[in-house]
């Protein structure tokens, strides 16, 4: 073999032990964060007064409905792909990300 095959060579060799020792010392720093998430209900605030502020004074008992329902129904999809669903009155404080938008906003 001359000189710069064996360079390519060690340098891939290099390259290639990096590369996994990297991903190995990645995986293990994330080993207990990932873990902890996994013991957190991650929560949602649905904000009722805000949806009632929301709706226009001229909406029709259909508008409402819909409106309402749509709320609903974003409340179940995050509530049956497992997050925690609350009403806003019980909140005491809470990032503002944390609140569901109004659809549309």
Do not use: C, H
Request: charged share 15%; glycine share 6%.
């Amino acid at each position: 073999m001359d000189v710069k095959s064996q360079w390519l060579s060690m340098v891939l060799i290099a390259a290639s032990l990096g590369t996994v020792g990297g991903w190995f010392a990645a995986r293990q720093q994330l080993q207990q964060p990932i873990a902890r998430l996994n013991l957190v209900t991650p929560v949602f605030i649905l904000d009722r007064a805000k949806l009632i502020q929301s709706i226009p004074p001229n909406a029709t008992q259909e508008q409402m409905t819909k409106m309402v329902d749509d709320w609903q129904g974003q409340a179940k999809k995050l509530s049956d792909a497992g997050y925690l669903v609350i009403d806003s009155t019980a909140v005491v404080a809470a990032p503002s990300d944390l609140y569901i938008q109004a659809p549309g906003r």
